[in-house]
């Protein structure tokens, strides 16, 4: 049975921005949950102090949990080349950060859309870039997760493989053991287009994933489109809903994930209404899983 854990998306702003809220108080939050594991941020504030990574780590294993994968948002797509190369190292960094907490999985992303970058050029940056990192990857036993991204918290434009033909065409072009894909379902509906007809193309390669449900409190993805390019992080009228209350069928999902013997991890982004919240969709997730996955032996942490 897949493993099950939980990424802190009502928090980010604390943890990230303004310091009201410490990565402890976090993991005993989340200690509570039945999850199996924490999904880490690169861009926590504590993180910046290297000294703190492995008191992370036992903190979130005096709570039994694992610290499996690393969320970090790479902006490959950048036309200065010193720029680009600044992000790989960034890159590496994150990896070393990944092993240290005692993690296998760290996220890459393509980048920015930005104005003025053709389909051809912003591949070639990021598939360039990846490849950079992929042997730094391997020598620490991490593998790169590429991500069909919508937008990160602090990013100016979306992301520049947010179409399902871009991401296949970035996917495709790297071939390596360590390289696969995180799957986010409901980032799809957000570049207008179906995740089970994205899942399909992409579902031999996914490794870990993402469970979410997406929607819009006020106006159409019409309105998100005119309002997203040029404006930090998320638009105002995005939300990540309760898992399970949203658009995304759940059965179908992981009815094709089973298919292919996926096995890996799920972080869930939600609980930006409270915890409780939070509690409600690991416990949607856990009896889909239970119901997809009822003949897997449970597996030793």
Not at 222 to 227: A, F, Q, V, Y
Request: with cysteine.
């Amino acid at each position: 049975m897949p493993y099950l854990a939980a990424f802190p998306k009502a928090f980010m702003q604390a943890l990230c921005k303004d310091g009201s809220m410490h990565i402890a108080e976090w993991i005993e939050l989340a200690g509570k949950l039945d999850i199996d594991g924490l999904e880490w941020y690169a861009g926590f504030l504590e993180m910046e102090d290297e000294k703190n990574w492995l008191r992370f780590r036992r903190q979130a294993e005096d709570h039994g949990k694992q610290i499996p994968m690393m969320c970090c948002s790479p902006d490959f797509t950048h036309p200065d080349p010193a720029f680009r190369n600044g992000e790989v190292a960034k890159q590496k960094r994150w990896i070393d950060m990944t092993r240290a907490l005692g993690g296998s999985y760290c996220r890459v992303l393509s980048g920015q859309r930005r104005p003025g970058i053709s389909v051809d050029e912003g591949l070639s940056y990021a598939v360039n870039c990846i490849e950079a990192c992929l042997p730094y990857a391997h020598e620490n036993g991490v593998s790169l997760i590429l991500e069909n991204h919508y937008k990160d918290d602090f990013w100016e434009f979306p992301e520049f493989a947010q179409k399902a033909d871009v991401f296949c065409r970035l996917v495709n072009s790297i071939q390596h053991p360590d390289f696969g894909v995180n799957f986010d379902p409901s980032n799809a509906y957000l570049a207008g287009e179906d995740p089970l007809e994205l899942l399909k193309l992409i579902s031999n390669r996914v490794i870990t994933m993402h469970a979410s449900d997406r929607y819009l409190i006020r106006g159409t993805l019409e309105d998100l489109r005119r309002e997203e390019a040029g404006v930090k992080g998320y638009a105002s009228r995005l939300r990540h809903g309760e898992i399970g209350k949203g658009l995304n069928d759940y059965d179908a999902i992981f009815r094709e994930l089973e298919g292919v013997g996926f096995d890996g991890w799920i972080s869930i982004e939600d609980g930006v209404d409270g915890m409780d919240q939070l509690a409600r969709s690991v416990s949607f997730l856990r009896h889909k899983m239970e119901t997809h996955w009822p003949k897997t032996i449970a597996r030793e942490l």
